[in-house]
């Protein structure tokens, strides 16, 4: 990474790594409770994420898991919770420190869980642009909060990666700040910013397409909330920015010939006189049963203008099932 602003990212976390601070990144998603799962406080200080990217449905069946951008440890451990097998989970990062510290970390873990073994993760250094994993050889990739410091380039480069080592249908699991308000270039060139994941945040929508253009057929947002503002008084605006966190779970399924599936939290509710109603194009609603469905499918059956069909705005939480 000799990009300027990837130094600076490198060196932030480098102190971050030797150092602990807390709040660094303000995690809006709290921490899994599992069964028989204790985390080393330690880990929960180095928790440097948005979100989560630990979700149970995504982890069945022993799956291979990667994760780029270790930080404390902490979801490489959860992830091992599901995986339990001799390097079933692999940590990349390209901060030595990091590396570590995250070694250190999972020797206390390894002391308050009796079911964890250091061996189940493997550590490895190495950038997100550049994974040194096999080819279609992952069932469950993994970033928290760091997507979101690469420039247009290197993010379009870290999801090919992404996309080149996931088997088929193989998931892509993200959490990253969002912003729908123009951000000033001065805050956006500001490499500090950057680093701590805020001056580079973009559109969902411009966000969304990026995925999509690597080949991603579908793509779920399963939470979208809350997470920083930049304010005049503290950074250099004008104005009041907002900023969210979303989840993002990115499949790798053939890309439909009508486009993406894009699943925002949109459903469909028939309430006609009938038992179902058959739009025949494989969505079948039964009456007075709401049914999920990508925002293609909810626009089409919308423009329909049938008097018995509702459909809803996004709500922006989407947990599966549905149309497709």
Known sequence: MSTIYLETTKKLYKEAAEKPEIGLCCTTTPVW??????????????????????????????????????????????????????????????????????????????????????????????????????????????????????????????????YRVLKPRGRLIMSDPICETEIPETLRNDERLRALCLSGSMPLKQYIKMITDVGFGTIEIRAKRPYRVLDPINYDTHKLIYLESVEICAIKDPMPTDGPCVFTGRSALYYGTDIFFDDGKGHVLMANQPLAVCDKTADALKALNRNDLFISESTWFYDGGGCC
């Open 33 to 162: 409770k599992l069964p028989g799962l204790d985390i080393p406080v330690i880990m929960q200080q180095m928790n440097y994420g948005c979100g989560s990217t630990v979700h149970p449905r995504d982890l069945t069946n022993n799956p291979r898991i990667l994760y780029v951008g270790v930080g404390g440890g902490m979801e490489l451990l959860q992830f091992a919770y599901f995986s339990r097998q001799k390097r079933g989970v692999i940590g990349v990062d390209v901060v030595d420190e990091m590396l570590a510290a995250s070694e250190r970390n999972f020797v206390e873990a390894e002391k308050i869980n009796p079911w964890f073994h250091k061996e189940f993760v493997l550590l490895k250094k190495g950038n997100a642009l550049n994974l040194l994993v096999e080819d279609s050889s992952i069932d469950c990739a993994a970033q928290n909060c760091l997507f979101n410091i690469f420039k247009k380039t290197e993010l379009e480069q870290a999801l090919k990666e992404m």
